[in-house]
């Protein structure tokens, strides 16, 4: 297995790996075990890395995190309208 | 900024954003939102990074990913141990 394939396959467990707690979340609408802060920082993260990937010409760091981003602004999208739910 | 710069912040920023995550679900003991197959999934894919990184002698991806892994098998700790409570 080349160092290159192990990248990819990296790539796209963790990116993929989201996919579940967005299904969860949005069937659910419970997410009251996920804490905001990780969210955020987690997708300002990504964004840099987005940027970074695009600084550097490196398509699979530019796609996998453009992929990771939309699967997670969904869920801090749910998240903050949980919290406004709860303050009522 | 240089990109090596970004990438380093980049690294930091989405490393420790599962710090605040951890921190709420040790105290709270809430993963309820969180979804099993999502921990699992970025643990394998984390894990999958830092042999990544040990096969092309990349100390950030190294570093980076074992904090990474430090920080979320508690986590996984902690949702399977709230599973099995729930199964009594």
Do not use: C, H
């Amino acid at each position: 297995m080349s160092a290159d394939f192990l990248g990819y396959l990296a790539g796209m467990i963790t990116t993929f790996s989201g996919l579940p707690q967005l299904l969860t979340s949005y069937r659910r609408r419970n997410l009251s075990g996920l804490d905001l802060r990780f969210l955020v920082l987690f997708l300002v993260g990504i964004s840099l890395w987005t940027i970074y990937g695009i600084l550097i010409d490196s398509k699979p760091i530019i796609i996998f995190n453009s992929i990771t981003l939309l699967i997670w602004i969904p869920i801090l999208g749910l998240k903050i309208r949980e919290q406004r739910a709860e303050r009522g």
